[in-house]
């Protein structure tokens, strides 16, 4: 069977102030389609899941270990497993971007 939805008739939910999230998810990857307020400062965090970022709208400086990533609307990244990173909006756009995550983060359904 078919697993097909349309990220506007997902429902959004909240995952710290400023930022929101959509999940669509199979049972070995995922996606999510993040909104991140221009005021929001997320953690610098890591997981075990390998995760590829694509920014849609906005910009940002991504922090992965050591490095500062510049990023806009189009720049994509890779993050491997385990390692530390963020995202800090650096304009006062709304940041839109999909993040792709394998295995899926059971922590988001």
């Known amino acids: ?16 102030e400023g930022v929101t999230r959509r999940v ?9 389609l993040n909104t991140i307020q221009a005021f929001a400062q997320p953690a ?7 995760q ?6 906005g910009e940002c400086d991504f922090t992965m270990g050591d490095e500062v990533i510049k990023m806009k609307a189009g720049d994509v990244v ?7 990173h963020t995202l800090r909006p650096t304009s006062d756009e709304t940041i839109i971007n999909f993040d792709v995550f394998s295995p899926i983060r059971e922590d988001y359904l």
Do not use: C, W
């Open 1 to 16: 069977m078919t697993k097909m939805a349309n990220f506007k008739s997902i429902a959004e939910k909240t995952a710290r």
């Open 78 to 84: 890779l993050v491997p497993p385990d390692m530390p």
């Open 52 to 57: 590829i970022t694509y920014i849609l709208q």
């Open 44 to 50: 610098l965090h890591q997981h075990p899941h390998e």
């Open 24 to 32: 669509f998810s199979g049972e070995n990857s995922m996606m999510v």
